[in-house]
């Protein structure tokens, strides 16, 4: 069984578009709604909070795990494949970056988290790929949809917008201050004349239109939440035998509300108690 998890409701980005792909997709969750957010804590703090969350999906029956949260990919991942070796580990982060150089004309922005956005992970994954591209289309004519879009040279912008998350944990989607607040963190990359912006966290998604808004209508948007399902499906890791478990660190009425009204559906929300003991 699938493992998911992020610090929050965010994952559940990921988590709707596995259901709507795979409806009787069997997968396990957790939230960690008691200690969201992660975005703007100390790398030593991340990792030890994903190894955590990890140890308790294990224990749950997770025998492959999504991590469906892009700090925990930016940060933790080396630690989480470290410490599971004989798991399969997916991060967001490297699905994403793939699908951005198969659309982009050469200015790719990237949004995030604090965390993410201060670790560099997507300019160095950017350029990596890039790099292997060019490698691979100078040796040989070997071309991959991938080479045929990108040119040698693609402009990386980012910004952090530490206060989505939060927003979007208390339902502020719609909101006029929220807009504001998207307007004026986006408005360099605009003027920038991005032509692709990853949302490089899973809660953004819950925040699509007021991005494509601001951004402009004309920039094709990454959904790290999409490009990862989209691999997960392809490596054939979906079990369907229908069991959706849903944990979260703190089960408040509210956090459950707009989990529910995010996924269309009613769930049943497990407290989970971390750490557990092994
Ligand atoms: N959904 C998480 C991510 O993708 C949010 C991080 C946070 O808790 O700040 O980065």
């Not at 998207?182 to 949302?199: E, H, K, N």
Request: with cysteine; proline share 4%.
């Amino acid at each position: 069984m699938i493992g998911i998890f992020d610090s929050g409701i965010g994952g559940l980005t990921v988590v709707r578009e596995l259901l709507r792909q795979v409806p009787d997709a069997s997968f396990v969750y957790l939230g960690d709604t008691a200690r969201t957010p992660y975005g703007n804590k100390s790398r030593e703090t991340i990792i030890r909070y994903a190894l955590e969350d990890a140890a308790f999906l294990v224990t749950h029956g997770a025998t492959s795990l999504v991590i469906a949260c892009n700090t925990l990919s930016a940060v933790a991942v080396s630690a989480l494949r470290e410490a599971y070796p004989q798991l399969v580990i997916l991060d967001v982060i490297t699905p994403a970056v793939e699908d951005a150089l198969s659309v982009t004309r050469g200015a790719v922005g990237v949004i995030g988290t604090r965390a993410t956005i201060g670790s560099g992970i997507y300019q160095v994954l950017l350029n990596d790929v890039v790099a292997k591209i060019s490698e691979v289309s100078d040796k040989a004519q070997d071309v991959s949809v991938v080479t045929r879009r990108v040119s040698h040279n693609v402009r990386v912008l980012t910004q952090a917008c530490p206060l989505f998350v939060p927003l979007v944990e208390e339902g502020w989607t719609k909101q006029v201050e929220t807009m504001r607040i998207v307007r004026r963190y986006l408005s360099p990359l605009r003027r920038a004349q991005i032509d692709t912006l990853i949302l490089g966290c899973t809660h953004y998604p819950m925040l699509k239109t007021q991005i494509a808004h601001a951004v402009g209508t004309r920039v094709c948007l990454v959904d790290s939440a999409e490009s990862v399902v989209t691999r997960l499906i392809s490596a054939g890791g979906v079990g369907t035998n229908g069991v959706q478990r849903y944990f979260f660190t703190d089960t408040s009425a509210h956090s459950v509300l707009i989990a529910q009204r995010w996924l269309h559906r009613k769930i049943l929300p497990e407290l989970a108690m971390l750490p557990v003991s092994l």
